[in-house]
């Protein structure tokens, strides 16, 4: 008889099962946090070893199949990281997993397999014994020359996903993965060209070469080329090429421009999508400043002592984080530990990672989100095997299977795209990034320059260590915030559209000294509404019970909640009036109505996008912001992207075009979250003393809190205001905030359902209070109604949330039993982010 392993299987089931394992010592060994094939019901699925017992309580134990890894891909530690999510964020430990491991390699981007070698006798007899379905897969690869459609592979091998035994071969060597990609883009850009008129007039040529050769040879030395190129057959030649070959400012141009010798267009451009822009600046010789060494040595203290120990750095935009955790990543790589650095949405933010990689070179592995799975799924390898120092990454970078980790940095901590909300688990992976530093008796530092008021709270009760940096890094000042009062502005008819004149003479008064302009604007597309003035229609998303955005480059009405797709009428499909209002305004009207606007102003301004729709295709954020940084694009006009660790030198000047859209969100973060993406977004001026920075506010709310907190920069105020408020209604930090949700197809049934729910729970529990059930803001999405109840439950009665743990299962055990919970989907989450 052989011994008994628990498996965690990769299913929404909330239980362990035993299999049997041959009794070799070598197997079982080091079989725990290994990937398994199991039989489970009449088909194969993948699990994860969980523990090694000696006898199992069931009878008729089946065996394990096969053994996908060669190493563990979970350590312990991990394990143990892996069941404390399960039960505090109540999901299957199967889901977990399933979340924390390497990616399956996606079948469908491979483009080729090439077969490298044939497995050597002794390797088909190991592999005839431990692995059958992966020996039958190579033969039947060796034997197509690695042409057969992987539907027939599975058929053939009675598996639903081949992935992991096409990774193994692929990692034993046996075969190469080739797969698609694609790399070039379109885009416009300014170009320069003779003006003809110039040309024309010899005289007034030879007037000019006389006048300006030995003043300005670069004007003539200019012109030649341009005469020369379009001899050649270009007539156009990218401002940048010139600006570059000639070292000329642009104000050069624009003065030969006014005088009619060159003219200024905008040309379409293929472009090469370039991996290789770097959008660091070379920032390694910096020594720390004054306030960064205080904070470096105070965090060095404790990690001295050892152990686990949680650390806050509250230090304001721009006041130089990244030094800091780099001085302290390189403490720690000197002690021969490795890093885990966390940030939020690495595509969005490329350039943060060219400066960590800047200090540390290729000791850095990357998991962003524009990987595919089978690249995602080597870098895992490679860490695995210790081939990296530190490993940056997204959210669910916070598993990654790096050995030896000495330090977890979260960099923005209190951003919200940490908080996983679909599917489950729905960890967050800041708080998660805490439990496996305290597992593993590691420091984490936290950083942000507008904490969350969890972090904040924490800090100030001296759960974590508190470390402030009030001043900007080298000798810059925080951006100048000017509040605009639009009601006044539109009272005193100074508004165009929705800019006020003062800003848009601000936006003109830098495009003219070339430095950068950041428009903010948190919404994308054209407008979000279509309206039809005769019958009063506007066009809904079949889906979901929300109106549907019209995107005016593409010509489609879309639904942002779940994509649907439609083309853009022409006319109302109701009463076919012709008459179609756009109703609001996205980017790509800011965009538009921008440069018309400036056109009038005889601006020729390069204005680009910088949201979802722009930035979606790989390396499309990297050069845009490559652009942008060489001074290429004159105005980003973008969402909340924009606000997340961008730092140009040249932007001097941000713009939040409406304010008011953020202000009046029936949730219980709406405060937090735009007083953190407002001073996020100002942030990004003014990095630099050499280029100070000015924010405009538009608002018709001037003396709104948030509002006035963030002109005063009285964060402490903010903060304090704000807690008394949590305190009052009982939502976090002071209480945790968790949501069950229903979800059903007809309305009626997910109601009734939430209240049988209800009835269910205890009552009056001290410390936890039940919301009745909820009919959100958008009750349909996806066309299911979505009921919520909602749980706060106080921290200091429930401290683990043990409690709340145990009130949801067993009112959920209960639950089950009836016939009513058949007919819905129960979604819990935990910590949940929102109330909307
Ligand atoms: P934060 O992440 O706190 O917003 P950054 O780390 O992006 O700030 O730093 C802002 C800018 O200040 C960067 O350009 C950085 O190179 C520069 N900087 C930071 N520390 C120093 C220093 N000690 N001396 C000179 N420049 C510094
Ligand atoms: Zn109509
Ligand atoms: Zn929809």
């Known amino acids: 008889m052989g011994k008994t392993v628990k498996v965690a299987v990769l299913l929404p089931i909330d239980n362990t099962f035993d299999y049997l394992v041959p009794e070799d010592e070598e197997i079982i060994e080091n079989i725990i946090g290994k990937r398994v094939i199991v039989p489970f019901g009449t088909r194969y699925v993948t699990g994860v070893v969980m523990e090694v017992c000696e006898n199992s309580l069931v009878d008729e134990l089946k065996p394990i199949v096969e053994i996908l890894d060669e190493n563990p891909i979970f350590d312990s530690y991990t394990i143990k990281l892996i069941t404390w999510i399960s039960k505090y964020y109540l999901c299957s430990i199967g889901e977990v997993f399933r979340a924390a491991m390497p990616p399956n390699f996606n079948l469908n981007t491979i483009k080729e397999i090439q077969i490298l070698r044939q497995p050597s006798p002794e390797e088909h007899i190991q592999m005839h014994k431990k692995a059958p379905k992966r020996k039958k897969l190579l033969e039947l690869l060796i034997n197509t020359n690695g042409k057969i459609s992987f539907k027939t592979i599975e058929k053939e091998l009675d598996l639903r996903n081949i992935s992991p035994q096409l990774e193994a071969l692929e990692q034993k060597g046996y075969i190469k993965i080739k797969e698609t990609i694609e790399t070039q883009i379109e885009t416009k850009i300014l170009a320069l060209s003779i003006n003809p008129k110039f040309l024309e007039d010899e005289q007034q040529m030879i007037q000019y070469f006389d006048k300006f050769e030995k003043k300005y040879p670069k004007r003539v030395q200019l012109i030649s080329y341009l005469i020369n190129e379009k001899n050649n057959g270009r007539e156009f030649v990218p401002q940048t090429e010139i600006i570059h070959k000639f070292k000329i400012a642009s104000t050069t141009i624009q003065s030969m421009r006014e005088e009619g010798i060159i003219i200024q267009t905008k040309i379409n451009k293929k472009i090469k999508s370039n991996p290789e822009n770097n959008l660091a600046s070379n920032e390694t010789h910096h020594l720390l400043n004054k306030e960064q060494e205080r904070v470096y040595l105070d965090i060095m203290r404790v990690i001295e002592n050892g152990g686990y120990s949680a650390h806050l750095i509250f230090g304001v935009t721009g006041s130089g984080k990244t030094l800091v955790y780099a001085k302290l990543i390189d403490e720690v790589l000197n002690r021969n530990k490795n890093v885990l650095y966390l940030l939020p949405e690495i595509s969005l933010t490329p350039q943060l990672v060219d400066r960590i990689q800047s200090f540390f070179h290729q000791k850095v592995a990357v998991l962003h989100s524009q990987l595919s799975d089978n690249e995602r799924n080597q870098i895992y390898r490679k860490i695995q095997r210790g081939e990296y120092r530190i490993c940056m990454g997204v959210r669910s970078a916070v598993f990654a299977p790096m050995p030896n980790l000495g330090l977890i940095i979260v960099d923005e901590e209190h951003d919200p795209s940490y908080k996983q909300e679909n599917p489950a688990p729905r960890y967050n992976a800041r708080d998660t990034a805490l439990m496996r530093a305290s597992i593993l008796g590691i420091p984490v530092v936290m950083g942000t320059g507008t904490p969350s008021l969890e972090s904040w709270y924490n800090a100030k009760n001296g759960l974590y260590h508190f470390h402030t940096i009030l001043n900007r890094a080298d000798g810059a000042l925080l951006p100048k915030i000017k509040i605009i009062d639009m009601k006044i502005a539109r009272k005193e008819k100074k508004v165009r559209q929705y800019f006020s004149e003062e800003l848009l003479e601000s936006i003109i008064e830098k495009i003219k000294k070339k430095e950068g302009v950041i428009l903010f604007h948190n919404r994308r597309g054209y407008s979000p509404q279509l309206f039809c003035p005769d019958c009063g229609n506007v066009p809904m998303c079949p889906n979901c019970d929300a109106s549907l955005t019209y995107h005016k480059h593409s010509s489609k009405l879309i639904c942002h909640y779940c994509g649907f797709v439609a083309d853009a009428p022409k006319i109302c499909n109701v009463c076919g ?260």
């Open 577 to 836: 009036s012709d008459e179609l209002k756009q109703l609001g305004f996205g980017t790509e009207r800011l965009e538009e109505d921008l440069e018309s606007i400036l056109k009038e102003y005889g601006i020729e301004a390069i204005i680009k996008r910088f949201d979802r729709d722009t930035t979606s295709r790989k390396n499309a954020y990297r050069n845009l912001m490559h652009r942008f940084i060489e001074g290429d694009i004159d105005v980003l006009v973008g969402t909340q992207m924009l606000s997340k660790g961008i730092n140009i030198e040249r932007v001097s000047l941000v713009g939040i075009v409406d304010a008011d859209i953020h202000l009046f969100f029936p949730d219980f973060r709406a405060n937090e979250r735009t007083f953190q993406l407002f001073l996020q977004t100002a942030g990004r001026a003014g990095r630099k003393s050499n280029i100070p920075g000015e924010v405009i506010i538009q608002t018709s709310n001037p003396n709104n809190s948030v509002i006035r907190h963030i002109h005063n920069y009285s964060l402490e105020k903010f903060y304090e205001e704000e807690l008394i408020l949590r305190k009052q209604f009982k939502y976090p930090p002071i209480a945790r905030f968790s949501k069950v949700q229903f979800n059903a197809e007809d309305f009626d049934t997910a109601m009734q359902v939430a209240e049988e729910f209800h009835k269910l729970l205890p009552k009056d529990k001290p410390g936890f209070i039940f919301s009745k059930p909820v009919i959100p803001g958008i009750p349909r999405i996806r066309n299911l109604y979505r009921i919520q109840i909602f749980i706060k439950s106080s921290k200091k009665v429930d401290r683990t949330g043990k409690i709340l743990q145990n009130i949801i299962k067993n009112t959920y055990k209960e639950f089950v039993q009836t016939e009513l919970s058949k007919k819905v989907k129960l979604v819990i989450d935990v910590d949940s982010y929102s109330n909307l």
